[in-house]
């Protein structure tokens, strides 16, 4: 299926959401034909002449206009998409074939993945914009947690990126322990 693509320096796993300013004409229009186009596509800017091969496939979840008459719109992540055969159209808007790619299955109750949970949960706690983001957390599910973690932490997309494979969970949960330095945290106890 053809998609609009928005190319944004945005990585971001299922269940993820963000924020978007929007004052481009090619992408207001795209937000405006969203209902026929079934949402639109992030894919990750990883320099002025090239994006990554995958992207988010999101639909808008809320938006807003600011002081300044510009649109904010809040984006869910619905899945993974990989992007093929892409191009211009006449307002420059960048359209390309998309395929939904397989991610994680749903996880629960690792034990590797309780130190994420609370860090997490801390995490969301002490920043108010990331409870309003979130209307609805689900830490219970190890998935959900790596996949924000993921998402917060400023690691380059390229280093990130691998973590888009439907196999790369159990890396995913070892890359995020030592980056938050679980070890550690388990030998000071």
Known sequence: MKIPIFPLPVYLLPGGITQLRIFEQRYLNMVKNV??????????????????????WVDIIDFDSDEEGLLNITVKCKSLVSISDTSKQADRLLC????PMEHWQASTDRQDCHFLQQQLKWLFNEYEALQQLYQSCYFERDDWVCARWLELLPVKFEDKSFFADKDSFLAAVAFLNVILGAEKAALGK
């Open 35 to 56: 209902g026929n186009t079934q949402g639109f596509v992030i894919a990750y800017v990883l320099d002025d002449a090239r994006m990554s091969k995958w992207g988010s």
């Open 96 to 99: 390309g074939t998309v395929t």
